[in-house]
């Protein structure tokens, strides 16, 4: 039953890893959303790539607007900083924590109607500014807290549960990415965990604006014959670019690697992503060639899934803005305010 907490007590002989946690440190409260919904997968691989990357809770901050995928942050990372703002808004929210803290990582969660109908203005200037955050969209192509209505995401010729076709075109959120800035880009799907733990782990990892677009089927409103968000669809169409392994230097590597060329791109804290490459001619290093893919196989009715771009020597906002190293929201009267000799300087040199 969803409304029972979970046991505080752990069993001794669970694996701790090097910051001194358990995968269970990472966990939220049980959660209240349908069984089987894609969402929960979606938080249990966010749980298992904190666990992995050995990253302290209490240094994260999440943040959320409305919708079901907007609940999902309760379910994971229960000591970790949250906020829930209003429907679309959280990237703006984001944005202003990150400039006053630095210091924290920021986990930004929304979902298709969050981000790509109401937040869909918001949603363009996080990317376009270079806000350093890991956005990730739990996209099922339906308004799931009201009854599942079409969102903005929904294909066009797809059809409701009710047996209504879709006649609108879909916001890509992954290309409109791409054509905004954003410097790691990548689309998954919640029921490839293999795929999608390691997507997560490299975005947390690197600077800059990563986004990822996970499909979550609605198991309720959104699974059934016709939607193009399903999970027999998602799995009978599925286009993976490439396979993703995510470590650290120095951090033995025990995954077995696929036949096929590796590319390796260095992050700009010396991480690295190794990329199984299982297409030739596939550069997730060309933006342009990203868009070109998508259109193409989205013309042939496929969905590509996998690191679509990354940028290894991508920046940040507080590089764009000069900002300094120490979090704005610490720093004391003496910097904030120097006195009348330093502004006397500033005004006399703009007359």
């Known amino acids: ?9 752990h069993h001794p002989s669970l694996q701790v890893n090097k910051a001194g946690y358990t995968r269970r440190d990472y966990e939220g409260p049980v959660s209240t959303l349908c069984a089987g919904c894609g969402h929960d997968s979606i938080s249990a691989a966010i749980i298992q790539a904190c666990f992995n990357m050995d990253i302290e809770p209490h240094k994260v901050a999440k943040l959320s607007g ?8 309760t379910y994971f990372l229960g000591g970790s900083h949250g906020f829930n703002t209003v429907h679309g808004r959280m990237p703006s929210v984001l944005t202003g924590a990150n400039l006053a803290n630095r210091d924290l990582m920021y986990l930004g969660v929304s979902g298709d109607g969050d981000s790509a109908s109401i937040g869909l203005g918001q949603f363009a200037h996080i990317m376009r500014r270079g806000v350093n955050m ?3 969209v739990m996209n099922n192509g339906v308004y799931g807290l009201t009854k599942g209505q079409f969102s903005a995401t929904a294909d066009q010729g797809s059809k409701s549960k009710k047996g209504v076709v879709n006649t609108d075109a879909p ?6 990415a791409l054509q905004l800035g954003a410097t790691f880009v990548a689309r998954s799907f919640s029921g490839d965990k293999a795929q999608l733990v390691p997507l997560i782990e490299a975005a947390l990892a690197h600077k800059g604006p990563a986004f990822i677009d996970v499909i979550s089927p609605c198991v309720t409103f959104n699974n059934h014959a016709g939607s193009t968000k399903s999970y027999d669809y998602v799995r009978e169409h599925n286009e993976a670019v490439n396979r993703i392994d995510f470590f650290v230097p120095g951090k033995e590597i ?3 690697y696929a036949p096929g060329t590796v590319q390796e791109v260095t992050q700009h804290d010396g991480s690295v992503l190794r990329l199984r490459k299982l297409h030739e001619d596939y550069d997730a290093s060309d933006r342009v060639a990203a868009m070109n893919h998508l259109q193409k196989h989205h013309a042939m009715g496929e969905i590509v899934t996998g690191l679509l771009f990354v940028d290894p ?4 906002l507080h590089e764009h803005l000069n900002t300094v190293d120490k979090p704005l929201n610490v720093l004391g009267d003496d910097v904030l305010c120097p006195g009348s000799a330093a502004l006397e300087k500033i005004n006399a040199s703009l007359r």
């Open 171 to 176: 916001v890509d959120l992954v290309a409109l």
């Open 313 to 316: 020597n991508a920046s940040d």
């Open 1 to 9: 039953m969803t409304y029972l907490p979970k046991p505080k007590l």
């Open 134 to 136: 890991t956005y990730i």
């Open 254 to 256: 025990t995954t077995d």
């Open 66 to 73: 409305i919708g079901c995928s907007s609940k999902a942050p």
